[in-house]
Nanobody
């Protein structure tokens, strides 16, 4: 059973940066696509972006393109979400996710979820 643990959330002013990390245990993520989702207060969880199992390609939603970057270190079983130029609307819980389909297209749903880390962006 793969377990995902996020860290790096916190409070930051608008325009600031945070780097989220997600460490996997109970299995290796090198064959898995990894993704990030978020859920703002009162809203449904939404897809932020993903990265292919080998790290060769990333997919990011338009609302974070140019501001967020996803990377991974398979040797450390870790995936990262670098968030720059944060906006108050980026506030919410951020969840790490794993998909056994390695492409990163996230066409078949999520196999494992982390418990989330809270990001608060003040104006």
């Amino acid at each position: 059973q793969v377990q995902l643990q996020e860290s790096g959330g916190g409070v930051v002013q608008a325009g600031g940066s945070l780097r989220l990390s997600c460490v996997a245990s109970g299995g290796t993520i090198s064959d898995w696509a990894m993704g990030w989702f978020r859920q703002a207060p009162g809203k449904e969880r939404e897809f932020v972006g993903s990265i292919r199992s080998d790290g060769s390609r990333t997919y990011l939603e338009d609302f974070v393109k140019g501001r967020f970057t996803i990377s991974r270190d398979n040797a450390k079983n870790t995936v990262y979400l670098q968030m720059d130029n944060l906006k108050p609307e980026d506030t919410g819980f951020y969840y790490c996710a794993a998909d056994s389909n390695p492409t990163g297209l996230w066409a078949y749903g999520t196999d494992y979820w982390g418990k989330g880390t809270l990001v608060t962006v003040s104006s």
